[in-house]
Antibody
Framework: EVQLVESGGGLVKPGGSLRLSCAAS????????MAWVRQAPGKGLEWVSS????????YYADSMKGRFTISRDNAKNSLFLQMISLRAEDTAIYYC????????WGQGSLVTVSS | SYELAQPPSVSVSPGQTVRITCSGD??????ACWFQQKPGQSPVLVIY???KRPSGIPDRFSGSNSGNTATLTISGTQAMDEADYYC?????????FGGGTKLTVL
């Protein structure tokens, strides 16, 4: 069974940093591209970033470029999202998702940016 | 930047067929996916590559994509289908989601 478990969310002050993790199991992690998608409270889905199997191709939404960094560790079956210079508008549930078709999603990790 | 437009809400009676549209410039030249999200839950892929259903998705869900419009069709709609539905497509190296459609089963 495919499982994606996010962690690392929490309350952070504006301008602060946070690193999210996504632990993958139940499939060959190194064979799939991965992505982060977020959802602000009461709002729709917003793509954050995607990374290819070997990390050779990395893409970001324009509003996240320069502040967010996606990475992965295939040896540890893990996906990461480093976020800096956080703003109130970054408050959201952050989901990790498998593959370019987003065929499996984690339960999400809540990030709250507030003073 | 590329945009996908969905109606904010759609309603249907149980047992009827409902169609949810997703519009974007030359969307038919791209692959469209559809996701179902129920309150408090993570999104679930229900249609990928325009017309394909992942395993476990009932065959009352179907998709099409042509011209500027992708369509998710739910035949014989059930109360359990009440949810938010999002379309999605890749535009070169960018992922775009539609704004979502709230489906109400009356």
């Amino acid at each position: 069974e495919v499982q994606l478990v996010e962690s690392g969310g929490g309350l952070v002050k504006p301008g602060g940093s946070l690193r999210l993790s996504c632990a993958a199991s139940g499939f060959s992690f190194r064979s799939y591209s991965m992505a982060w998608v977020r959802q602000a409270p009461g709002k729709g889905l917003e793509w954050v970033s995607s990374i290819s199997t070997s990390s050779s191709n990395i893409y970001y939404a324009d509003s996240m470029k320069g502040r967010f960094t996606i990475s992965r560790d295939n040896a540890k079956n893990s996906l990461f999202l480093q976020m800096i210079s956080l703003r109130a508008e970054d408050t959201a549930i952050y989901y990790c998702a498998r593959d370019n078709s987003f065929d499996h999603w984690g339960q999400g990790s809540l990030v709250t940016v507030s003073s | 930047s590329y945009e996908l437009a969905q109606p904010p809400s759609v309603s249907v009676s149980p047992g009827q067929t409902v169609r949810i549209t997703c519009s974007g410039d030359k969307l038919g030249d791209k692959y469209a996916c559809w996701f179902q999200q129920k309150p408090g839950q993570s999104p679930v892929l229900v249609i990928y590559q325009d017309t394909k259903r992942p395993s476990g998705i009932p065959d009352r869900f179907s998709g099409s994509n042509s011209g500027n419009t992708a369509t998710l069709t739910i035949s014989g709609t059930q109360a359990m289908d009440e949810a938010d539905y999002y379309c999605q497509a890749w535009d070169s190296t960018t992922v775009v989601f539609g704004g979502g459609t709230k489906l109400t089963v009356l």
